[in-house]
């Protein structure tokens, strides 16, 4: 199963439809109302918004976060993991759902909602593969990540996923990145595969470590 990161902020980035849908989504996470946040989730086109936060909202809680601060059933957190929520996702303040759990005294969620770090790359390596994967994705489409003021990904959540690809969809690229972390030769290495759909041979694949960003493939698609 892949994953996808969400980068939407704008509810003008969405169409009438998905902003509905998306403050459906926040406004059953936030009523802890499991049930009806499964119903949007499931539902056909909310397959992709397990990790979606309020369009327009700056507190950045996606339902997995709210799941820890109401210290939901061990069975709904499971689901949503299931569903794709990622458990390190951090809010505006940097905290991850673990984080909150244990702040407002849920201590039969700790296990559950601690994040698994199925992929070994030191903190510091990370940070500078994710720093040239925001440089490149800006210079791809930098006046687009501006004008929807987007997201970018963040690249701690991937420890938990090392086998799956990861979508990004940019607004107005028609297209977006797809990418992947792995650790080859005792390096963290992200592939990542960017195109728009409306420009043939506009394919780019990257491959980028804490050192540099190296194109290795261009001009499909």
Do not use: C
């Not at 509905?20 to 056909?44: I, Q, S």
């Not at 327009?56 to 709904?76: I, M």
């Not at 800006?138 to 990861?166: I, N, Q, S």
């Amino acid at each position: 199963m892949g994953h996808t990161w969400d980068g939407i902020t704008r509810g003008t980035s969405l169409s009438d439809w998905a902003l509905t849908a998306r403050n459906e989504l926040a406004d059953r996470a936030r009523a802890y109302d499991w049930a009806g946040v499964l119903t949007v989730l499931t539902a056909p086109g909310g397959g992709g918004w397990v990790n979606a936060t309020r369009p327009d909202g700056t507190s950045r809680w996606a339902p997995l976060h709210q799941a820890a601060r109401a210290g939901a059933p061990v069975e709904v957190v499971h689901r949503l993991v299931e569903l794709g929520a990622w458990r390190g996702l951090r809010t505006a303040d940097g905290e991850r759902p673990v984080d909150i759990a244990v702040r407002a005294g849920h201590h039969h969620l700790t296990e559950v909602l601690t994040p698994p770090r199925l992929l070994d790359v030191p903190d510091r390596e990370l940070r500078a593969v994710q720093e040239h994967f925001h440089g490149l994705i800006r210079a791809r489409v930098g006046a687009l990540v501006d004008e929807h003021r987007l997201r970018l990904p963040e690249l701690e959540v991937l420890r938990e996923t090392p086998t799956e690809d990861t979508h990004f969809a940019v607004p107005g690229m028609y297209g977006g990145f797809t990418y992947r972390l792995a650790v080859d030769e005792g390096r963290a290495k992200l592939t990542a595969t960017s195109w728009m759909r409306v420009v043939g041979g506009s394919g780019r694949r990257h491959e980028i470590t804490q050192e540099e960003v190296v194109l290795v493939e261009q001009g499909f698609v």
